[in-house]
């Protein structure tokens, strides 16, 4: 990765917080919107783990060398792309048989599991330092984000401006 596609992706990172931050604050406003608010979160939170996952598809697919990409180490990265996907979509399930809350930890969950693997797959050379600087950085303000939201409402707590 150049310098100039890192730092355009650490912009773009930076921005794709926004939604979070925005969508949790306004999840805490007491407004009649609220729970359409915490649903977008859920929603937003939801996408943007999968996309993570689905990030891991494109070095194997498109890896001109049958090593990295039919190995067990390819693999393993397509497997760990579906996995997060699937917690992805298991969290937006979580409010059809339960209470919409408790999709949050189940999305902090998913983003811990998801750089705890990028951690291990860095630390055995198959991703990038720049990377995980950034990955590591999105996924505290993220986890950050949900684990507040997620505790204020369990509290029954709310905003108040």
């Given at each position: 990765?150049?310098?100039?596609?890192?730092?355009?992706?650490?912009?773009?990172?930076?921005?794709?917080?926004?939604?979070?931050?925005?969508?949790?604050?306004?999840?805490?406003?007491?407004?009649?919107?609220?729970?359409?608010?915490?649903?977008?979160?859920?929603?937003?939170?939801?996408?943007?783990?999968?996309?993570?996952?689905?990030?891991?598809?494109?070095?194997?697919?498109?890896?001109?060398?049958?090593?990295?990409a039919g190995g067990?180490e390819g693999r393993?990265?397509?497997?760990?792309?579906?996995?997060?996907?699937?917690?992805?979509?298991?969290?937006?399930?979580?409010?059809?048989?339960?209470?919409?809350?408790?999709?949050?930890?189940?999305?902090?969950?998913?983003?811990?599991?998801?750089?705890?693997?990028?951690?291990?797959?860095?630390?055995?050379?198959?991703?990038?330092?720049?990377?995980?600087?950034?990955?590591?950085?999105?996924?505290?303000?993220?986890?950050?984000?949900?684990?507040?939201?997620?505790?204020?409402?369990?509290?029954?707590?709310s905003l108040t401006?």
């Amino acid at each position: 990765m150049t310098r100039r596609t890192y730092a355009v992706a650490v912009v773009l990172g930076l921005a794709g917080l926004i939604p979070f931050a925005v969508l949790a604050i306004r999840s805490l406003v007491p407004e009649p919107e609220q729970h359409g608010m915490l649903t977008a979160l859920i929603d937003y939170a939801a996408i943007i783990l999968s996309f993570i996952g689905g990030m891991h598809w494109g070095p194997v697919v498109l890896s001109e060398h049958p090593p990295a990409a039919g190995g067990r180490e390819g693999r393993g990265r397509l497997v760990f792309g579906v996995a997060v996907s699937l917690i992805a979509w298991g969290s937006l399930l979580v409010p059809v048989v339960t209470a919409q809350i408790l999709a949050l930890p189940a999305l902090i969950a998913g983003y811990l599991f998801t750089v705890l693997v990028e951690t291990w797959m860095w630390r055995r050379g198959g991703l990038p330092s720049r990377l995980m600087w950034l990955r590591w950085g999105l996924a505290a303000a993220i986890i950050a984000i949900l684990t507040t939201t997620f505790m204020v409402r369990a509290l029954g707590g709310s905003l108040t401006f």
